[in-house]
């Protein structure tokens, strides 16, 4: 009896155990299977951030859950410099995860869209915008890296295009640049060089003619007309007497109309005054516009003027009478609308 009362005994237990350990393991799986569901949001860890402002960050950003996020992250014995940088977590996402991913320096590519920047001031506003520093340490990076590769001052706008990139938000300004660069190299392709050079142009200087043209038209069509106009131009040792390069000079891309007082500037940019292009781009070129200065049709065309029903396009000739008469057109509609400047 006393044998059996003792297995009896030991049985239970064993069975007080297995329950033990099957509590314990369900409630493990419970806990770390829990969901985050505050809505999607993006969780930002600086550059040598302590422990404690990582959890400060876990609650802030994602309230309970976070505390939870922190403590799962710490019992995976993480280092604070790996979680350096931004995390998209969804709503939806096992705490669990996220705290792996933390853990692992996991972070998400954060999306830099670059459009429609004529200054290398609002270029590098928009690059900023979405990285972990500021537009002051991209144009210092600019300056690091762009000399080494030739271009000057007045040719950085050269070295970028306008599209959508992806980057981590921790990525230094100078590798930013690096790879925005690269991206600009990439395009110019031998076969592009050439048909640049048989113009008579480097790749900066088409991507200098590119940026008048794509300021002169916004109808795509008309900017390979635009550009060979202008090559024709060079060609003949005119002046180009592009009106963006005045608005340029001037400081205001907003004239409607140039006036003889705009055209007396004192600026490397006055094409008026000044024989071929100026120093460097006006504006940061698409390369749809820098495909339609290679590939730009034969013409006689030396002189354009905005059409007088103000539909955006231009009237070309390949005579100074014929581009008179459509300028006094447009000029006389300028003064019936009183668009004075």
Not at 120 to 134: F, G, H, P, T, Y
Not at 297 to 302: A, E, G, I, T, V
Not at 305 to 314: L, M
Request: with cysteine; net charge positive; aromatic share 10%.
């Amino acid at each position: 009896m006393k044998k059996k009362g003792v297995k009896k005994t030991i049985g239970s237990i064993v069975g007080v155990i297995i329950l033990l350990v099957i509590a314990v393991a369900v409630g493990g799986y419970l806990y770390l299977s829990k969901q985050y569901n505050g809505g999607d949001r993006w969780l930002y860890v600086p550059k040598n951030v302590t422990t404690e402002a990582l959890r400060d960050s876990l609650l802030t950003s994602l309230g309970e859950t976070g505390n939870r996020v922190y403590l799962i992250w710490s019992a995976l014995d993480s280092k604070i410099s790996v979680a350096h940088g931004a995390y998209f977590i969804k709503s939806g996402d096992k705490e669990i995860d996220i705290a792996r991913r933390i853990a692992r320096g996991q972070q998400t590519p954060v999306k830099v869209t670059i459009s429609n920047a004529r200054t290398m001031a609002q270029l590098a506003e928009r690059v900023a915008s979405k990285m972990e520093w500021d537009a002051v340490d991209f144009l210092l990076a600019c300056d690091t890296v762009l000399p080494e590769y030739g271009f000057r001052k007045e040719t950085f706008p050269a070295a970028f295009f306008p599209d959508t990139y992806e980057f981590y938000w921790s990525n230094e300004p100078v590798r930013v640049v690096k790879r925005l660069l690269e991206y600009r190299n990439n395009y110019w392709t031998e076969e592009r060089r050439a048909k640049a050079k048989a113009m008579g142009l480097t790749p900066v200087e088409a991507s200098t003619l590119a940026s008048i043209v794509e300021e002169e038209t916004n109808k795509r069509d008309e900017r390979p007309i635009v550009a060979r106009l202008y090559l024709n131009r060079i060609n003949k040792d005119m002046v180009l007497q592009a009106d963006p390069t005045i608005k340029y000079a001037v400081g205001d891309f907003s004239l409607r109309r140039i006036t003889r007082q705009h055209l007396e500037i004192n600026s490397p940019y006055n094409t008026y005054k000044n024989v071929g292009l100026p120093p460097g781009p006006i504006r940061i070129v698409e390369k749809a516009t820098l495909d339609a200065v290679l590939n730009a049709p034969k013409h006689n065309y030396l002189y354009m003027c905005a059409k007088e029903d103000f539909s955006g396009r231009h009237n070309f000739a390949a005579d100074f009478a014929t581009h008179q008469r459509n300028a006094a057109k447009y000029h006389a509609e300028l003064n019936r609308r009183k668009i004075y400047k």
